[in-house]
């Protein structure tokens, strides 16, 4: 888990104040960020409270840089679950000469919101995103609002009632600002105190004879279940086993690139107990999950380790690649784990990729290791190519 302290000591900049943010119209003005929901909060910037302050970024980067021009006086941290967040805006920052040069930020890239009590907290959400991960981290930080604190939460949905029915109940008195593309939230914290839920969730399945239990979160794939495609994944390892080079060697070094919760690298940590497994994922609590996971299954030749770039240590020494990409993104995901897996396999090891896009990532992975097998598993293809 990561944070990092950023606190700029170049020449001074050349800020330009707008004010409240700029248009609120839902038009998007020269130089502000893409999504509704970043510009409404943007909007509200003068809201802020003076003090320590949480910007909670779970859908994007954009707004980060935008809402510390408009209040460079207040001490920011930012919070994202995901390590490409965090690389994008300890990026833009460094690039962005308009950052006052004495701006106090810090970022993490954490399971949790950083400890400590916050004037004001701010969050963006999207209508499409996970509402259990909205519902958890928006409860993480009523309890973090200092008394007569301030939590300022947009959307990008103009009809919403969910929201605000939520932050009537965590929060109290709330106030809403109304656009024609979405709407901004506006919150006190009061002395009340809410009824806490517990967002951890354990869950198990049957690996042959094994009972695997898993632990999730919201904000995990796959949340409260075994994805269908790690389960065609699990039952790939069965290829594995019967491939004649590990007949006669035994598998010793194993990658899991997107572990998710970690069924799938606790699984090949059980069938394969000489070998170490390498669970890896950009997002906290994934890593986070899969440990609990492997903790769980006395899978002890697990670990877990938090990136985004699909840099993997040891490269070109091991024997096992597993993965499962996301669908989203135009094969960017999975053009980067295949390169990962080139990269890292050493000759004659195995990557198996699991996908319902067959035709794709069969000629891609030709073109890189100049041969694929697809497998039927159920309504999957785990697709195997040799290095």
Known sequence: MKSERRSRKSKPSKRRRTGGGGATDGRKPAGLPRGVADRLILAQADKILPGNVLMILTTGTALGKHLI???????????????FYLTAIVN????????????????????????????????????????????????????????????????????????????????????????KHGVCYISRQSDQQNKQKCFRNEFAFRDGERLIRCVSRPGVFSHRRVDAGARALIRSLDLVAEYPKFRKKPVRKIVEMGSGCGSVSTAAALRFPDASVLAVDSHARAVQATQETAALNDATNVSAMLTSNGVVPDAGQHDVFLCNPPYYSDFRISELFLQSAAETLRPGGLVHVVTKRLDWHENRMIELFANATPHKFGQYDVIVSRR
């Open 92 to 179: 833009a920052l460094s690039d962005d000469d308009d950052v006052a040069a004495d701006s106090d930020v810090e970022l993490f890239c954490t399971p949790d919101l950083p400890p400590g009590e916050f004037d004001t907290v701010v969050f963006p959400t999207d209508s499409k995103s996970s509402a259990e991960l909205t519902r958890d981290l928006l409860q993480a930080a009523a309890n973090q609002l200092k008394p007569g604190g301030r939590l300022i939460v947009s959307s990008n949905n103009p009809k919403d009632h969910w929201l605000h029915q939520h932050l009537k109940d965590t929060i109290g008195r709330t106030t809403v600002v109304k656009d």
């Open 69 to 83: 021009r408009e209040r460079p006086e207040v001490i920011w941290k930012i919070f994202t679950c995901e390590h």
